[in-house]
């Protein structure tokens, strides 16, 4: 059960740091997927 609990723990860890950095270094989503006429901010 403890394993189990640090593999949850781990897999929301990773997941906030991935979006965290991606945003970033400018790799979200809503940057890569819009084109040069889509003002976002």
Known sequence: ???M???F???V???VAAS???QQIG???DE???GAAVRLK
């Open 1 to 3: 059960m403890k394993a």
């Open 5 to 7: 609990y640090t593999g």
């Open 9 to 11: 723990a781990a897999i």
């Open 13 to 15: 860890l990773i997941a």
């Open 20 to 22: 965290f950095g991606l």
């Open 27 to 29: 790799y979200a989503t």
């Open 32 to 34: 890569r997927q819009s």
